[in-house]
């Protein structure tokens, strides 16, 4: 594709494409200078830099498009894509935001992505439209979704209104804010990339987001490929036999307990089961949920009526299980409530898209090569839990579709498409193998 692209493009259509991407800037900045106010908060003036950093993104897709570089091109111009459907987003949800700059001056880049690929092989472009005003519909009140909201309501009831406020919730309070607080906000950064994936799924099983986020934090911290030593895996931690009954098993070799999406899916049809089992009751399906449902309904008829909290069913419990239900129900409130306990849950960009791989790399090497001073402590987990289905270990083949963040895709362009030094090192200890572990793949080989 990237050499059949080239050598049909000629000096007159690269200097064509040039031409009309300084067209669009140009018209677009007078624009953006035109409508913008005298005085811009501050958050307001961050968003129109990070709009003017992805314009100049997506100039450099195209630039790479016509020098030959199809895919790197590409896959930059359909990260922009999506950063900017962000930031437009954010604008609509922001008072005196002037949704002017994205209707005016970016609208282009919400259309079919076939226009540049065309400009570049005919040689033609069209111009902004002179006005603005008589223009047609913008395409990104098209791309404005229902603004994200947090989902709290659990079968019609406010979660926080079925959170008992007794001593055994508060001592999980203490625990989450002091010794277990590394493991909540990692839980939350990890959430935070699937969300887009999987709050949908508790919101049309009707359960609030904040007992998904909660039970993810517990189970695994949010890692798709966390493992127990009981035997659970994912980030829902399911049981091999309750998995199966939830339609999580092996499909052609992969384990889709560790499919973040398939587990999540699973895990609200287990537990409105539960609720169903239980009358509704949200610490007994907790409980179901980490003893398992046979023992705690032998338990729900043997005590008859009695609540969770009542001594004669809690004192019967695990002492695993007595502590999985408070801590499950002070990660929801925390989740629900983070300011009244000075938790600062951090805000930034989630969006992902899909890249196609320029050449082989792994994920590990696709963690080195995009290497962000914004996140210290690296992509790996990420991509990981994005591509749940891949193996982290080997090098994928070229052409290969992997998710990253949406904000990486300038960086996988510069830094991982091509042979830069970061690449270069990135292979060089990739390629390297402790002498155990070498010696194991060697009689591995042999076998």
Not at 83 to 106: E, I, K, Q, W, Y
Not at 251 to 265: C, E, I, Q, W, Y
Request: aromatic share 8%.
């Amino acid at each position: 594709m990237q050499s059949g692209l080239a050598t049909k493009l000629s000096t007159r259509c690269c200097a064509a494409l040039l031409a009309a991407v300084s067209l669009l800037v140009a018209a677009s900045c007078s624009r953006d200078m035109a409508h913008a106010p005298e005085r811009v908060p501050m958050d307001l003036e961050d968003l129109y830099a990070k709009v003017r950093d992805y314009r100049h993104d997506y100039e450099r897709g195209l630039e790479l498009i016509v020098s030959g570089e199809a895919v790197a091109g590409e896959n930059l111009l359909m990260a922009t894509s999506t950063r900017l459907r962000v930031a437009a987003r954010t604008c609509a949800a922001t008072p005196g935001c002037d949704m002017h700059l994205f209707d005016n001056s970016l609208g282009h880049v919400f259309m079919d992505r076939r226009d540049p690929l065309t400009v570049a092989r005919d040689g033609t472009a069209s111009s902004p439209p002179a006005d603005p005003e008589n223009a047609a519909p913008s395409p990104v009140t098209d791309v404005i979704p229902e603004l994200g909201r947090t989902l709290t309501l659990l079968h019609g009831r406010d979660m926080a209104d079925l959170i008992p406020w007794n001593d055994q919730v508060k001592a999980a309070l203490h625990d989450w804010l002091t010794w277990k607080r590394p493991q909540l906000m990692d839980a939350y950064t990890n959430y935070q990339y699937l969300r887009d994936k999987i709050a949908p799924i508790y919101h049309s099983a009707d359960l609030p987001e904040a007992l998904l986020f909660a039970m993810m934090a517990k189970e695994s911290g949010g890692k798709a490929h966390a493992y127990s030593s009981a035997g659970a895996a994912g980030a829902m931690q399911f049981m091999p036999l309750t998995a199966l009954r939830y339609g999580l098993g092996s499909d052609d070799g992969f384990d889709t307990r560790l499919d973040p999406v398939a587990a999540t899916r699973a895990s609200a049809a287990y537990l409105n089961d539960q609720f169903g089992a239980f009358n509704n009751d949200l610490e007994k399906t907790l409980a179901a949920y980490n003893v398992g449902e046979s023992k705690l309904r032998r338990l729900h008829r043997k005590h008859e009526g009695a609540e969770f909290w009542d001594p004669r069913m809690y004192g019967e419990l695990p002492r695993e299980t007595r502590r999985y239900v408070p801590q499950v129900l002070a990660a929801a409130w925390l989740f629900l409530h983070p300011d009244d306990y000075g938790l600062d849950f951090p805000e930034f960009e989630t969006t992902s898209t899909v890249i196609t791989l320029h050449e082989q790399l792994s994920l590990g090497e696709l963690t080195i090569c995009l290497a962000d001073a914004s996140k210290p402590e690296g992509w790996f987990r990420t991509l990981r839990n994005l591509n749940p289905r891949l193996d982290s270990t080997t090098r994928l083949p070229q052409g290969t579709q992997v998710e990253i963040p949406s904000m990486l895709g300038r960086a996988y362009a510069e830094t991982c498409a091509g042979d830069t030094d970061l690449l270069r090192r990135a292979r060089e200890v990739q390629d390297a193998r402790y002498p155990e572990r070498a010696q194991s793949a060697a009689r591995q080989a042999k076998r």
